[in-house]
């Protein structure tokens, strides 16, 4: 990141990648099954909390897969969303972490932030965890806990999956999906109609998602009550060893942000 204190006249840049070697940016695949190329943005998006902390979000492959049968030759694999702040004007910047709590292979991409006015950090981006035989992404959303130094939870936000049977620039060139109220994160996104007759192979809609702040604080309350008691963890203990129902969602119940309860 390039870093000026004289109104633009002298940059002096700094490494926010520094714990990942160089890697090269190629489109990632519409499906497993598909040699469709998907132009998966992937930052980075700066943005500036009203601390003064400077936050920035990207997306990277973990690696690039030579492949004849696909569209270029080559495709990005397993892209993740990465988050990384710097408290001295972008100077030093803390070790990327990952926002995805998924271990899938799956792609996520188009990372959009914002902070509001509470300091809290939200990331809002596509993914494509589930069905990956399937052209088709959902919509995750994710908050940043200071305390505990990472994203503890990744909520879905939209009900139906979204198609993306063409790739290349759908659904466009970058997403800004973030926006808040009093009480409320809204996210904006691509999303289907299943009653609108014709092509369904592509986002025939825009929806916002409106989601209660406090989602985030519910994790670990099972039953919903409000409070973290020993009934949480009798409904715990019976779904991991007495093959009761899985909490919903899932990651209320996932306390390490694993994705294994």
Same mark, same amino acid.
């Given at each position: 990141i390039g870093v000026s204190i004289d109104e633009g006249n002298n940059f002096s840049y700094y490494d926010v990648n520094n714990t990942f070697d160089s890697y090269s940016q190629y489109p990632a695949r519409v499906s497993n099954q598909s040699n469709k190329s998907w132009n998966l943005y992937s930052g980075p998006e700066i943005v500036l909390g009203n601390d003064g902390v400077l936050y920035l979000v990207w997306a990277r492959p973990k690696e690039t897969i030579l492949n004849p049968d696909v569209e270029y030759g080559k495709y990005g694999y397993d892209y993740d969303i990465y988050f990384s702040y710097s408290e001295d004007r972008g100077i030093h910047w803390t070790n990327p972490l990952m926002v995805n709590n998924d271990d899938s292979g799956g792609d996520q991409g188009f =990372? /959009?932030?914002?902070?509001?006015?509470?300091?809290?950090?939200?990331?809002?981006?596509?993914?494509?965890?589930?069905?990956q035989d399937l052209c088709q992404y959902d919509v995750y959303l994710a908050r940043f806990n200071?305390?505990?130094?990472?994203? =503890? /939870?990744?909520?879905?936000?939209?009900?139906?999956?979204i198609p993306n049977y063409w790739g290349h620039r759908d659904p466009g060139d970058y997403l800004d999906m973030l926006g808040f109220g009093d009480n409320k994160i809204f996210v904006s996104h691509p999303c289907v109609n299943p009653n609108i007759p014709g092509d369904q192979t592509l986002p025939s809609d825009a929806c916002i998602a409106k989601i209660p702040k406090d989602i985030f604080d519910s994790c670990a309350d099972l039953n919903s009550d409000g409070v973290r008691d020993i009934l949480d963890v009798s409904l715990l203990i019976n779904h991991a060893f007495r093959n009761g129902p899985e909490p919903q969602p899932k990651w209320i119940g996932d306390l390490n942000a694993d994705g294994v309860i």
């Amino acid at each position: 990141i390039g870093v000026s204190i004289d109104e633009g006249n002298n940059f002096s840049y700094y490494d926010v990648n520094n714990t990942f070697d160089s890697y090269s940016q190629y489109p990632a695949r519409v499906s497993n099954q598909s040699n469709k190329s998907w132009n998966l943005y992937s930052g980075p998006e700066i943005v500036l909390g009203n601390d003064g902390v400077l936050y920035l979000v990207w997306a990277r492959p973990k690696e690039t897969i030579l492949n004849p049968d696909v569209e270029y030759g080559k495709y990005g694999y397993d892209y993740d969303i990465y988050f990384s702040y710097s408290e001295d004007r972008g100077i030093h910047w803390t070790n990327p972490l990952m926002v995805n709590n998924d271990d899938s292979g799956g792609d996520q991409g188009f =990372p /959009s932030m914002k902070v509001d006015e509470n300091g809290d950090v939200y990331v809002a981006f596509l993914d494509h965890r589930d069905n990956q035989d399937l052209c088709q992404y959902d919509v995750y959303l994710a908050r940043f806990n200071k305390l505990t130094n990472n994203f =503890p /939870s990744n909520i879905k936000v939209n009900d139906l999956s979204i198609p993306n049977y063409w790739g290349h620039r759908d659904p466009g060139d970058y997403l800004d999906m973030l926006g808040f109220g009093d009480n409320k994160i809204f996210v904006s996104h691509p999303c289907v109609n299943p009653n609108i007759p014709g092509d369904q192979t592509l986002p025939s809609d825009a929806c916002i998602a409106k989601i209660p702040k406090d989602i985030f604080d519910s994790c670990a309350d099972l039953n919903s009550d409000g409070v973290r008691d020993i009934l949480d963890v009798s409904l715990l203990i019976n779904h991991a060893f007495r093959n009761g129902p899985e909490p919903q969602p899932k990651w209320i119940g996932d306390l390490n942000a694993d994705g294994v309860i």
